[in-house]
């Protein structure tokens, strides 16, 4: 072998290394997942146990996980789509007409944007308390129609793809100017709206301090917060029905983004490319 | 001038109306409870600048201060060396390495799980005594005794930035290979042909032309950095402990506002994160942004 092809062996095995060590965790975590308390303190193994349903029999005597998957599926749906919907609104009204005061209210918004999300977090939680919502769903949800930073990429979207003379066609056809939203720019902004609502959906499903601050009873606890639970709880003597409690919060990500790497990985480029 | 329509307000009402309720208002009410003595309970009692007095000479707020700082430096430093590092070898055009599209979706893995089971997962396998870091590290023979990973000041913020590092290489370097890719393939195959070797290629055209993107990945680090609150809290279980080295600002904006009802102290601390937030993004914005005009 030539000097060039060694040094092309030690780049190749240094990056399978480093993709061991990206994902050796969560093997681990399968792996004790099916093993038990005492297995486990015994040392560590490549190969599985077969205390796999023990595990997570002891786990379910506890804590329902599932409750906690299904309250952040809730959650994290609902933000998505009202973020996705609210935001393609604002972005069209912000786009298409010309009204008073349209240029202080977007740079009003922007500069909100840069606002830290704990900032106005005791603010928060005090409004919640006089109006009712804590321990609902309602202050993880309802948020979500003002999220500056997809309105400001689907008003730049549009701007460069939407033309004025496609508006002014549907409205010598007489469709009202709800129904040219509805019609015309939402399918447009489709795909740009799909980009935004991947990352929607990854940032609400992981939110864990305010889920934390609002929720109380523990069948309403999203699965972060849920986690945290656990750690706290009778199970976290057992070893591994904590590891099965982790592999079920992870490995249904982990299978999604099998099947959507290709779209997450291009939007994370897409949203850091501004050019 | 086209002239004003106002169907627009209409469009952008449902957006005003929550953000002013749900992300002004509570700003706003946060800024009022600064200068109360608010307990959770009752009518806050106004007492002028007394919470700005003790933030100043309060030692726990600059303890968490440091620790957050310390933390992020150190997983900073290494996540950009890294995914620089990466990034120089994937553009490398006489390496031609292959797999850009496996490895990078193997590298952002860990960022895409919710980062509280990540916390919990390194909590149990970097026990002193049962975790199987440990075990692993004593199997290979690399370490004869076991280390108390999670209950020293020095190893426990090496750990948290390490965790913090495994989670956002593979983000940065994402993001790195993004900008990378926005560089005319021409200007590799000129310095190719010129006889650059790797290290040039690297210095003179790979590292000015990825500046924007770098303060930019420089920039959201920080501020995310800053805010730095589900690991140490799930780790030390809302305490920061051992000795106070993984208490980070969040995390104690949190304790004293949700552990000890202190609401209107909490709301100061808030107040100064985001100040501090503001002077550091400033800092970083002028001293790079300063660099590549010169350039």
Redesign the interface.
Same mark, same amino acid.
């Given at each position: 072998m030539t000097r060039?092809q060694y040094?092309?062996l030690i780049?190749?095995v240094c990056?399978v290394l480093?993709?061991v060590?990206?994902?050796l965790?969560?093997y681990? /975590?399968i792996v004790?997942a099916t093993r038990d308390t005492k297995e486990? @303190?015994s !040392? &560590?193994s490549f190969l599985p146990g077969s205390s796999l349903i023990e595990n997570y029999q002891t786990m379910m005597d506890y804590v329902n996980i599932w409750l906690g998957f299904k309250n952040s599926l809730i959650v994290s749906v609902s933000v998505t789509v009202l973020s996705g919907y609210?935001?393609a609104?604002?972005a069209?009204?912000?786009a298409?007409?010309?009204?008073?005061g349209?240029n202080p209210?977007f740079i009003f /918004?922007l500069l909100?944007m840069?606002?830290?999300?704990?900032?106005? @977090?005791? !603010? &928060?939680?005090?409004?919640n308390k006089f109006i009712g919502t804590l321990d609902t769903f309602i202050?993880l949800i309802?948020?979500a129609?003002?999220s500056?930073f997809v309105?400001f990429f689907l008003r730049q979207y549009l701007a460069t793809t939407l033309h004025p003379t496609l508006l002014e066609a549907a409205r010598m056809d007489g469709a009202s100017?709800l129904k040219i939203?509805h019609t015309i720019a939402l399918p447009i902004m489709m795909p740009a709206v799909a980009t935004m609502s991947i990352f929607t959906f990854?940032g609400s499903?992981?939110n864990?301090?305010v889920p934390l601050?609002v929720l109380f009873s523990p069948e309403k606890f999203t699965?972060?917060?849920l986690?945290?639970f656990?750690?706290?709880s009778q199970v976290a003597q057992n070893?591994g029905s904590?590891?099965i409690g982790?592999a079920i919060?992870?490995v249904p990500?982990?299978v999604a983004?099998l099947f959507f790497?290709?779209y997450?990985?291009s939007s994370?480029?897409?949203g850091?490319?501004k050019? | 001038m086209k002239k004003l329509d106002h169907k627009g307000y209409f469009f952008i009402a449902p957006f005003f109306a929550i953000f002013l309720v749900f992300n002004i208002y509570p700003v706003l009410l946060t800024f009022y409870y600064t200068f109360t003595s608010y307990e959770g309970y009752g009518t806050p009692e106004f007492i002028g600048l007394t919470n700005y007095i003790r933030i100043f000479s309060d030692s726990y707020f600059y303890e968490a201060f440091f620790n957050t700082w310390k933390i992020w430096g150190l997983n900073f430093a290494l996540q950009l060396g890294i995914a620089l590092l990466l990034a120089a070898l994937f553009s490398d055009l006489r390496f031609k390495i292959k797999g850009l599209g496996f490895f990078r979706a193997i590298f952002y893995l860990p960022n895409l799980i919710t980062i509280s089971s990540v916390a919990i997962l390194f909590s149990i396998m970097l026990d002193w005594r049962h975790g199987s870091v440990n075990m692993f590290l004593q199997q290979i023979g690399l370490i004869s005794e076991p280390i108390n990973w999670l209950n020293q000041p020095v190893t426990a913020q090496v750990s948290v930035a390490l965790i913090l590092t495994w989670m956002w290489f593979g983000y940065t370097f994402i993001v790195l290979m993004a900008g990378v890719s926005g560089i005319p393939g021409e200007l590799y195959e000129a310095a190719l042909i010129d006889g650059a070797n790797r290290w040039q290629t690297f210095v003179h055209i790979t590292l000015p032309l990825l500046k924007p993107i770098m303060l930019y990945v420089m920039i959201t680090s920080l501020i995310g950095g800053l805010q730095l609150f589900d690991l140490p809290m799930l780790i030390t279980d809302g305490l920061g402990a051992p000795e106070g080295s993984l208490n980070t600002m969040v995390l104690y904006l949190y304790n004293q506002a949700f552990r000890y009802n202190n609401y209107g102290y909490a709301a100061t601390i808030a107040y100064a994160l985001f100040l501090i937030t503001v002077i550091f993004s400033a800092i970083t914005f002028k001293s790079m942004y300063r660099k590549s005009v010169k350039e």
């Open positions: 060039k040094t092309k780049v190749y990056l480093l993709a060590i990206s994902a965790p969560f681990m /975590m004790n486990i @303190l !040392g &560590f609210f935001s609104l604002t069209f009204g912000f298409v007409y010309n009204f008073k349209k209210l /918004m909100m840069m606002v830290p999300g704990q900032l106005g @977090l005791i !603010g &928060f939680y005090e409004l202050p309802v948020p129609i003002a500056p309105v100017e939203f990854i499903w992981n864990y301090i601050v699965l972060p917060v986690m945290g656990l750690k706290g070893l904590m590891y982790i919060s992870v990500i982990m983004f790497s290709k997450i990985i994370i480029s897409a850091s490319v050019e | -």
